[in-house]
């Protein structure tokens, strides 16, 4: 079918409704030959008086009505006095507002924007206009002037004005001299272009395929997606493979690329196990100072303790409790060593270890800091311990004094103020994020880390718990015996299962299990049983709250039994549409009052307001809550975070998603009072055993599979783990890898 093509329009700009720097985006009103039309889009530096030709097409807003969505503008400085007195009154220039705009336009006439750009000591002509006045008017014009060059540059490459902002942030004026010397730059992560959209650009400058910049930029695009496979490093023959793919060159143009990237320090090559892997700079120094700080803490003379036994005594009376062995060996390895790791799966008395050598370090007035890598894992650690947890990030406290280049407050000039970090939740650690942590840890500063090997890796780059568990150089204790309370729960009992290859029992359970397994014979009856659970017998049976007790997890997002499938039906049968419910559509989905909603990433700019007044900025990737108000007057929603509620701009809607069914790696670090977990067939690679336990084990109260018995034989069964490349593990090993 032959795509319609655009239509065009053109006209003044009337009056800008809503602009965000930031992004570009904007709605604006321009009188097309007595008509007058809302236009929609990207346009950034807009103003009144210009005259533009928008490409694009009509469309029927619910709420706003008729409107011309643009895909594209081209526009024209305003030629005539009164347009341009009009376009300067609109404030598109900072420094002048409509009473300077009339004074210049009095003074200058038509030649009022040539003389600010050419002839800026003129202003001082003006009255009220100083020659420094004169120097930052002309600036802020020559800037607002330079995006519109950028964005008019940039467009004929197809690239979206919220990157051509990027661009033109980082080089300027001297944008297209960048982008013609090396158009591969702009895969850079500060501006982040697929390395295919730069190539489009190169081919159409003529660049040579055997170009080095070409092959070494494919090279770091290679390395960069495999970090969101959770690899560090590659070897050196699938790097090879992959870049011949992305580049369509055969493996001796490649090869000598590699050789090369690596001679000139673009990657770092490393010889281990026969292999030789290669890696990004950045990487590469994140597991080398981690496995340096881990040896010297590992190596450093364990502290002996002659009262412990006495004071771990002591608490065990003041407390009523008598330890395990196995805990009493991780408590004592915690006072002991500078570094200790405590792991153990559900029910195994983690939570009773940790609150024991939290007490104890505190007894020896210790500073204590807990933290936890997301915002619902350190709620969690804060509840389990009594004591206050931060999420690592408010730990290390973001500097935002320069929001183009974020860092923390708290590294090695600035460590933090603490004798103990204890660690929660590991597994979900990234290699990036423990670095920082480390490098914010004074050398006599001791390590407690806590987390359940058995879980899923971190979503981002590394494996930095098994990692250190499998170097042997850091004293671990694995909690393993099942205490008798826990063995009541056949939550706890069927996690167990899981790790060791059992099929949990999945029969009829009697009244009071905590398990439960519906057989269903079709995607549809399972997605209906979903729903029935969640709308109508959990809420009925349990008095659970929809929306705060109860959530649907699923393995993968796609598919009939994935998020998206399951958060179209779920928001049908618990928010549907009604007059009286605002809302607004992004992507083709309705984010609706009433809606429970996930942020999917970090954003520390974010502000909100607790329930007792008080008011601070940060959301972060993995904070669950419901929207309370969509207000599309000032395209602003508000979302309540339990004890919070954040406001949000219309243009930072690519920041949630629906939330009434996330996935397994979404829900890691969080507990849920019930969990209703879809499984039904086995074809997805999602499928498998360490996912599985993941899963269950997100459950505090009750679990509800559904599905098919099939589908979880074949994940228990499946015991792959998906192969990450890392090298932490062997750095630590190595006697050189001190810091």
Same mark, same amino acid.
Not at 592 to 618: A, C, L
């Given at each position: 079918?032959?795509?319609?093509?655009?239509?065009?329009?053109?006209?003044?700009?009337?009056?800008?409704?809503?602009?965000?720097?930031?992004?570009?985006?904007?709605?604006?009103?321009?009188?097309?030959?007595?008509?007058?039309?809302?236009?929609?889009?990207?346009?950034?530096?807009?103003?009144?008086?210009?005259?533009?030709?928008?490409?694009?097409?009509?469309?029927?807003?619910?709420?706003?009505?008729?409107?011309?969505?643009?895909?594209?503008?081209?526009?024209?400085?305003?030629?005539?006095?009164?347009?341009?007195?009009?376009?300067?009154?609109?404030?598109?220039?900072?420094?002048?507002?409509?009473?300077?705009?009339?004074?210049?336009?009095?003074?200058?006439?038509?030649?009022?924007?040539?003389?600010?750009?050419?002839?800026?000591?003129?202003?001082?002509?003006?009255?009220?206009?100083?020659?420094?006045?004169?120097?930052?008017?002309?600036?802020?014009?020559?800037?607002?002037?330079?995006?519109?060059?950028?964005?008019?540059?940039?467009?004929?490459? !197809?690239?979206?004005?919220?990157?051509?902002?990027?661009?033109?942030?980082?080089?300027?004026? %001297?944008?297209?001299?960048?982008?013609?010397?090396?158009?591969?730059?702009?895969?850079?992560?500060?501006?982040?272009?697929?390395?295919?959209?730069?190539?489009?650009?190169?081919?159409?400058?003529?660049?040579?395929?055997?170009?080095?910049?070409?092959?070494?930029?494919?090279?770091?695009?290679?390395?960069?997606?495999?970090?969101?496979?959770?690899?560090?490093?590659?070897?050196?023959?699938?790097?090879?493979?992959?870049?011949?793919?992305?580049?369509?060159?055969?493996?001796?143009?490649?090869?000598?690329?590699?050789?090369?990237?690596?001679?000139?320090?673009?990657?770092?090559?490393?010889?281990?196990?026969?292999?030789?892997?290669?890696?990004?700079?950045?990487?590469?120094?994140?597991?080398?100072?981690?496995?340096?700080?881990?040896?010297?803490?590992?190596?450093?003379?364990?502290?002996?303790?002659?009262?412990?036994?006495?004071?771990?005594?002591?608490?065990?009376?003041?407390?009523?409790?008598?330890?395990?062995?196995?805990?009493?060996? !991780?408590?004592?390895?915690?006072?002991?060593?500078?570094?200790?790791?405590?792991?153990?799966?559900?029910?195994?008395?983690?939570?009773?270890?940790?609150?024991?050598?939290?007490?104890?370090?505190?007894?020896?007035?210790?500073?204590?800091?807990?933290?936890?890598?997301?915002?619902?894992?350190?709620?969690?650690?804060?509840?389990?311990?009594?004591?206050?947890?931060?999420?690592?990030?408010?730990?290390?406290?973001?500097?935002?004094?320069?929001?183009?280049?974020?860092?923390?407050?708290?590294?090695?000039?600035?460590?933090?103020?603490?004798?103990?970090?204890?660690?929660?939740?590991?597994?979900?650690?990234?290699?990036?994020?423990?670095?920082?942590?480390?490098?914010?840890?004074?050398?006599?500063?001791?390590?407690?880390?806590?987390?359940?090997?058995?879980?899923?890796?971190?979503?981002?780059?590394?494996?930095?718990?098994?990692?250190?568990?499998? %170097?042997?150089?850091?004293?671990?204790?694995?909690?393993?015996?099942?205490?008798?309370?826990?063995?009541?729960?056949?939550?706890?009992?069927?996690?167990?299962?899981?790790?060791?290859?059992?099929?949990?029992?999945?029969?009829?359970?009697?009244?009071?299990?905590?398990?439960?397994?519906?057989?269903?014979?079709?995607?549809?009856? %399972?997605?209906?049983?979903?729903?029935?659970?969640?709308?109508?017998?959990?809420?009925?049976?349990? !008095?659970?709250?929809?929306?705060?007790?109860?959530?649907?997890?699923?393995?993968?997002?796609?598919?009939?039994?994935?998020?998206?499938?399951?958060?179209?039906?779920?928001?049908?049968?618990?928010?549907?549409?009604?007059?009286?419910?605002?809302?607004?559509?992004?992507?083709?989905?309705?984010?609706?009052?009433?809606?429970?909603?996930?942020?999917?990433?970090?954003?520390?700019?974010?502000?909100?307001?607790?329930?007792?007044?008080?008011?601070?900025?940060?959301?972060?990737?993995?904070?669950?809550?419901?929207?309370?108000?969509?207000?599309?007057?000032?395209?602003?929603?508000?979302?309540?975070?339990?004890?919070? #509620?954040?406001?949000?701009?219309?243009?930072?809607?690519?920041?949630?998603?629906?939330?009434?069914?996330?996935?397994?790696?979404?829900?890691?670090?969080?507990?849920?009072?019930?969990?209703?977990?879809?499984?039904?067939?086995?074809?997805?690679?999602?499928?498998?055993?360490?996912?599985?336990?993941?899963?269950?084990?997100?459950?505090?109260?009750?679990?509800?599979?559904?599905?098919?018995?099939?589908?979880?034989?074949?994940?228990?069964?499946?015991?792959?783990?998906?192969?990450?490349?890392? !090298?932490?593990?062997?750095? #630590?090993?190595?006697?050189? %890898?001190?810091?």
């Amino acid at each position: 079918m032959e795509k319609k093509a655009l239509e065009q329009l053109t006209g003044e700009v009337v009056d800008i409704v809503y602009s965000n720097e930031e992004t570009g985006f904007c709605v604006f009103n321009i009188d097309a030959g007595g008509e007058l039309v809302c236009v929609v889009g990207e346009a950034a530096g807009i103003g009144e008086g210009e005259e533009i030709i928008a490409h694009g097409r009509f469309t029927f807003h619910p709420t706003y009505g008729r409107q011309f969505k643009a895909a594209a503008c081209e526009r024209k400085l305003p030629g005539t006095a009164a347009a341009i007195q009009k376009y300067l009154s609109s404030g598109v220039v900072r420094g002048i507002g409509p009473v300077l705009a009339r004074r210049l336009v009095e003074a200058f006439g038509g030649e009022t924007l040539r003389v600010i750009e050419s002839e800026p000591q003129r202003l001082t002509e003006v009255k009220g206009v100083t020659p420094a006045k004169a120097g930052k008017i002309c600036e802020e014009y020559r800037r607002v002037n330079g995006i519109r060059s950028v964005m008019l540059y940039l467009s004929r490459y !197809g690239i979206e004005t919220s990157a051509s902002i990027r661009i033109w942030k980082k080089w300027g004026a %001297s944008t297209q001299e960048m982008v013609e010397e090396n158009p591969y730059a702009l895969c850079e992560e500060d501006i982040g272009l697929l390395f295919e959209e730069a190539d489009r650009i190169a081919g159409d400058l003529e660049f040579d395929a055997l170009d080095p910049r070409r092959l070494n930029a494919a090279l770091a695009h290679v390395l960069r997606r495999n970090l969101l496979s959770g690899h560090t490093c590659l070897p050196r023959e699938k790097l090879c493979e992959k870049a011949c793919a992305v580049l369509g060159l055969e493996r001796e143009d490649v090869a000598p690329a590699i050789t090369r990237a690596a001679a000139e320090e673009l990657l770092v090559s490393v010889q281990a196990d026969g292999r030789e892997f290669l890696y990004q700079p950045q990487l590469y120094r994140a597991e080398r100072y981690i496995a340096g700080r881990i040896r010297l803490m590992a190596e450093t003379p364990p502290d002996e303790e002659e009262r412990l036994d006495r004071d771990i005594a002591a608490l065990e009376r003041e407390q009523g409790i008598e330890f395990a062995g196995l805990q009493r060996e !991780g408590i004592r390895s915690a006072l002991t060593y500078h570094i200790s790791i405590l792991t153990g799966g559900p029910g195994t008395g983690k939570t009773t270890t940790l609150n024991a050598i939290i007490s104890l370090f505190e007894a020896r007035k210790c500073k204590v800091s807990l933290a936890a890598p997301t915002g619902r894992a350190a709620k969690r650690m804060s509840d389990m311990t009594g004591r206050e947890a931060k999420t690592i990030h408010r730990l290390l406290e973001v500097d935002t004094t320069d929001p183009e280049r974020r860092r923390f407050k708290h590294h090695e000039q600035n460590p933090l103020a603490c004798d103990v970090v204890v660690l929660d939740e590991v597994s979900m650690v990234d290699v990036l994020l423990m670095e920082n942590l480390l490098r914010a840890m004074r050398l006599r500063c001791r390590l407690v880390l806590v987390g359940d090997a058995d879980q899923l890796p971190s979503v981002s780059a590394g494996n930095v718990l098994r990692d250190l568990i499998h %170097s042997g150089e850091v004293h671990t204790t694995r909690l393993t015996e099942i205490f008798r309370q826990a063995r009541q729960s056949r939550i706890v009992l069927s996690a167990h299962d899981i790790v060791a290859g059992r099929i949990p029992e999945l029969g009829a359970r009697e009244r009071g299990s905590d398990f439960f397994f519906l057989p269903r014979a079709s995607d549809a009856d %399972s997605l209906e049983t979903v729903g029935e659970l969640c709308v109508q017998r959990l809420p009925k049976a349990y !008095g659970f709250s929809p929306l705060w007790d109860i959530q649907v997890i699923a393995p993968t997002r796609v598919g009939a039994l994935g998020t998206a499938a399951l958060n179209e039906r779920l928001q049908q049968l618990l928010n549907p549409a009604s007059p009286g419910r605002a809302q607004v559509t992004f992507l083709g989905t309705a984010l609706r009052e009433g809606d429970k909603v996930m942020q999917i990433k970090n954003n520390y700019d974010i502000e909100f307001e607790r329930d007792d007044g008080s008011r601070s900025t940060g959301v972060f990737n993995g904070d669950i809550g419901v929207i309370e108000t969509v207000d599309r007057a000032s395209r602003t929603l508000f979302i309540r975070y339990e004890d919070r #509620v954040a406001e949000y701009d219309f243009d930072m809607l690519d920041q949630i998603e629906l939330a009434y069914a996330v996935t397994v790696h979404k829900s890691q670090g969080s507990e849920f009072e019930a969990v209703v977990l879809p499984l039904m067939g086995y074809p997805s690679k999602m499928y498998f055993r360490n996912l599985f336990y993941t899963a269950v084990t997100r459950a505090k109260r009750l679990l509800v599979l559904v599905g098919s018995a099939g589908a979880v034989r074949y994940m228990v069964r499946n015991d792959r783990r998906t192969v990450r490349y890392t !090298g932490l593990c062997r750095f #630590v090993r190595e006697e050189d %890898s001190l810091v």
